[in-house]
């Protein structure tokens, strides 16, 4: 289909749904592999809104894994005033290093990733590391939404 594109901000003029294959790595620079046939991420899109879902499967762990889990989203996060662009959605991590989580996925403005978040409380929060991540057992289950740029 082709958009008609309206100036009018309040007309629904884009609407695409597909699937993502996605990218996970640590903001130490790390990379991991994803089981094939589990490394994809469906999404619907309706005018800047995202919704994200899907289920990963990581193979192994590669080399330089410590840092922040990083996975990779269709579309970058909109920079919106005050935050505004800002993502969550719900989380399970099975068969961890550390035992099963269950905790949250943020995206914020102008990332073209998500972070996996648990245990935040008013001052501070805690992250998925690579190094949590077990070498050919844990999956993620997961969904999301946000607003794109």
């Keep these: 289909a082709t958009q008609s594109a309206s100036a009018d901000a309040n007309t629904l003029d884009d609407y695409e749904e597909g699937y993502h294959t996605m990218v996970a790595t640590t903001s130490g620079g790390g990379t991991f592999t994803v089981t094939t046939g589990y490394d994809e991420l469906s999404y619907t899109k309706v005018g800047r809104v995202v919704h994200l879902q899907g289920s990963l499967f990581f193979t192994s762990q590669l080399s330089g894994t410590d840092g ?12 919106l005033n005050d935050l505004a662009g800002t993502g969550m959605g719900s989380v399970m991590f099975y068969k961890m290093t550390t035992g099963d989580k269950s905790c949250s996925v943020r995206i914020s403005d102008n990332e073209d990733f998500m972070t996996f978040v ?5 001052a501070t929060y805690g992250t998925i590391q690579g190094s949590d991540v ?9 969904g999301v939404s946000y607003i794109a740029a």
């Excluded at 077990?134 to 997961?142: P, Q, S």
């Design 134 to 142: 077990a070498a050919t057992t844990t999956r993620i289950y997961f």
């Design 118 to 122: 648990f245990d935040q409380t008013a």
């Design 68 to 79: 922040d889990l990083k996975i990779t989203i269709p579309f970058t996060a909109a920079d």
